[in-house]
């Protein structure tokens, strides 16, 4: 019986670049940081993730008010979000969280909640770079307590951490401070208003910007923080680029701190803007 093979080196060929065309293919959720529609969920938090998962987001981040629920809560939370077929892949905390006597609860409820990162989304006040050193070892306390949980650490930068002190970066200091496994939350509005490039950033730090915060930012006191996602000058396509070649990314979120539409509105916007720039 006659058989036709294909060269042993064309095959090993052939395997060296299917990693990438997974890669290439690999989707990367599209989530919503609550706080876009924080107002509606203070008010119904169910019929707001409702909202948003009708509008067709596919994780939520809460933010620190969800420290306050009970286990008990967190459950009816839980089954809310796997009714609806989305998940939280992460929550946004304040350094409270990050404490000793409450790092315990706040594993407690990420892991109900299914999230696999508990981001410190403020450091509170802090005194110079050593100050930040010492925010790193607390996040590096707090990722070797999440771990036996399969829980990552993480830390969400604003602003302060991306403005020079005596000529270095508070976020140089964490990057380079901390475990390999702390992920770098990148919003990435934040990082442009500060003057930094956030495609630099992203392959500075290969596969530690697992997530991001596509917030926007444009110049002048009508737009700031209030123009919508991708109606900026932002460059987009090469930031996400940037994050799936080597940032690591695992999923992106939308935020939004207001805009000239209603809070629904606006995310709504935002997510149809994210559709046409990915085609």
């Given at each position: 019986?006659?058989?036709?093979?294909?060269?042993?080196?064309?095959?090993?060929?052939?395997?060296?670049?299917?990693?990438?065309?997974?890669?290439?293919?690999?989707?990367?959720?599209?989530?919503?940081?609550?706080?876009?529609?924080?107002?509606?969920?203070?008010?119904?938090?169910?019929?707001?993730?409702?909202?948003?998962?009708?509008?067709?987001?596919?994780?939520?981040?809460?933010?620190?008010?969800?420290?306050?629920?009970?286990?008990?809560?967190?459950?009816?939370?839980?089954?809310?979000?796997?009714?609806?077929?989305?998940?939280?892949?992460?929550?946004?905390?304040?350094?409270?969280?990050?404490?000793?006597?409450?790092?315990?609860?706040?594993?407690?409820?990420?892991?109900?909640?299914?999230?696999?990162?508990?981001?410190?989304?403020?450091?509170?006040?802090?005194?110079?770079?050593?100050?930040?050193?010492?925010?790193?070892?607390?996040?590096?306390?707090?990722?070797?307590?999440?771990?036996?949980?399969?829980?990552?650490?993480?830390?969400?930068?604003?602003?302060?951490?991306?403005?020079?002190?005596?000529?270095?970066?508070?976020?140089?200091?964490?990057?380079?401070?901390?475990?390999?496994?702390?992920?770098?939350?990148?919003?990435?509005?934040?990082?442009?208003?500060?003057?930094?490039?956030?495609?630099?950033?992203?392959?500075?730090?290969?596969?530690?910007?697992?997530?991001?915060?596509?917030?926007?930012?444009?110049?002048?006191?009508?737009?700031?923080?209030?123009?919508?996602?991708?109606?900026?000058?932002?460059?987009?396509?090469?930031?996400?680029q940037a994050a799936e070649k080597s940032g690591g990314v695992e999923f992106c979120l939308i935020e939004q701190e207001g805009s000239a539409y209603s809070p629904m509105e606006t995310v709504?916007?935002?997510?149809?803007?994210?559709?046409?720039?990915?085609?």
């Amino acid at each position: 019986m006659h058989s036709q093979s294909i060269p042993r080196r064309t095959l090993l060929s052939l395997a060296a670049t299917l990693p990438l065309a997974i890669a290439k293919d690999k989707h990367i959720p599209i989530g919503v940081e609550l706080y876009s529609v924080r107002d509606e969920l203070k008010q119904d938090l169910m019929a707001t993730v409702r909202a948003v998962a009708k509008i067709g987001y596919e994780c939520v981040e809460f933010f620190s008010p969800y420290f306050e629920w009970t286990p008990g809560y967190a459950k009816e939370v839980r089954k809310l979000l796997d009714d609806l077929g989305i998940k939280c892949l992460s929550t946004h905390n304040g350094a409270k969280s990050f404490l000793p006597e409450h790092l315990p609860h706040a594993i407690e409820l990420n892991q109900i909640l299914g999230s696999k990162f508990i981001i410190m989304a403020s450091a509170g006040k802090v005194e110079g770079l050593d100050g930040w050193k010492a925010v790193a070892e607390r996040l590096n306390v707090g990722a070797g307590k999440m771990k036996p949980a399969g829980i990552r650490a993480g830390f969400h930068n604003h602003q302060t951490e991306f403005t020079p002190i005596d000529g270095t970066r508070p976020i140089e200091i964490l990057a380079k401070n901390t475990a390999k496994h702390v992920t770098l939350q990148l919003d990435v509005g934040t990082c442009i208003h500060a003057g930094s490039d956030p495609v630099k950033w992203i392959e500075s730090n290969p596969g530690r910007i697992t997530s991001l915060h596509l917030k926007d930012w444009a110049p002048g006191d009508a737009n700031g923080y209030r123009v919508l996602f991708g109606e900026s000058q932002t460059p987009w396509k090469k930031i996400l680029q940037a994050a799936e070649k080597s940032g690591g990314v695992e999923f992106c979120l939308i935020e939004q701190e207001g805009s000239a539409y209603s809070p629904m509105e606006t995310v709504a916007r935002c997510l149809a803007n994210y559709k046409k720039l990915r085609g």
